[in-house]
């Protein structure tokens, strides 16, 4: 049955669309665990209108996810007005996962954000070293790194998923700043080939150094720089903001002076990494400032809860109607 007609179909579920702002929920999903779930966070504003995208691995929404299968959770998403969402770990789970995943997606009419495309290079790109290898070797690394683009991007387009995130790996300060920048750049535009004839588009993340010792990808003009290098339409930045704040401040100036190398955001408030207006930054200013630029695409909900339990989840979607509406 198409989710669109079940409400009008389905006396229990009209119930539950009025209560929660007429969304409607699938019909294979039981009314009655759903609306107990969804009967903590009150009447529902209706869809969102900015692509705030929360997740399923477990960063919050905990205790609502009980009970319910992977596209269950994303019917509960939508009833809450998401209308984007993001898995970084989508190229790791099953292949009846995935599926049960894209389906949801699909009938929420929900947009699909990133997935992390591998794990585990850690100095295949940096370094040309292949997992497990004791000095480098280009031409394996290379077939490493491509036999793993290649497998996200098959999968990628089956379920519909546009977004790849790719971190370059871990430094070695024993090797040139700039030999390592080669390297990098020279893996991504070969990867960038086989996304741009699929049609997905990686993008690059820097990594705090704070919480990520190591990473060789730390800064914005660092990954700007990169994106130049590799030229392509497939290969553009991720920018944390709870990243790029902990590592370089200067969000605005970072933001403008590199915005037509940054294709998604990731947000989050420093010192905890938990969601907007919990910490330090301005996200009023931040998201004004991103809107303003003509930003329309996904923020992904990279974050924890400042508070525990279904009271961080609560104020978690009270935050999130408010940014909505700037």
């Not at 702002?21 to 903590?40: F, Q, Y």
Request: hydrophobic share 40%; net charge neutral.
């Amino acid at each position: 049955m198409d989710r669109r007609c079940f409400i009008s179909n389905t006396a229990r579920a009209a119930m539950l669309g009025a209560a929660f702002g007429a969304l409607p929920l699938r019909a294979s999903t039981t009314d009655a665990i759903l609306k107990e779930k969804l009967s903590a966070f009150g009447v529902s504003n209706g869809k969102f209108k900015t692509k705030f995208a929360p997740n399923i691995y477990g960063l919050f929404f905990k205790d609502s996810y009980k009970g319910l299968d992977e596209g269950q959770q994303i019917d509960f998403l939508a009833s809450l007005g998401f209308i984007a969402f993001e898995d970084n770990n989508f190229f790791r789970r099953s292949p009846d996962k995935q599926e049960l995943i894209s389906d949801a997606l699909k009938r929420n009419n929900m947009e699909f954000g990133v997935a992390t495309a591998f794990g585990g290079n850690k100095y295949a790109m940096t370094l040309n070293m292949p997992n497990g290898a004791k000095r480098p070797d280009k031409a394996a690394a290379m077939e490493q790194i491509l036999e793993a683009i290649e497998s996200a991007c098959k999968t990628a387009k089956k379920h519909g998923l546009k977004w790849l995130t790719v971190v370059p790996g871990l430094r070695d300060d024993k090797v040139a700043e700039y030999d390592t920048f080669v390297n990098v750049v020279s893996h991504l535009k070969e990867a960038a080939k086989i996304c741009e004839k699929y049609g997905t588009i990686m993008v690059i993340e820097p990594l705090n150094n704070i919480n990520h010792p190591g990473q060789w990808l730390k800064t914005t003009p660092q990954a700007y720089a990169v994106c130049k290098a590799v030229g392509s339409p497939a290969c553009k930045i991720l920018f944390d903001v709870y990243h790029q704040q902990t590592q370089e401040g200067n969000l605005l100036r970072n933001i403008g002076e590199h915005f037509d190398e940054i294709a998604y955001f990731h947000l989050g408030d420093v010192p905890n990494r938990t969601e907007p207006f919990s910490g330090e930054i301005n996200y009023k200013n931040v998201i004004e400032f991103i809107k303003g630029k003509g930003y329309t695409g996904i923020f992904g909900m990279e974050h924890r809860t400042s508070l525990p339990g279904i009271d961080g989840d609560k104020k978690l979607l009270s935050v999130y109607r408010e940014l909505d509406m700037i």
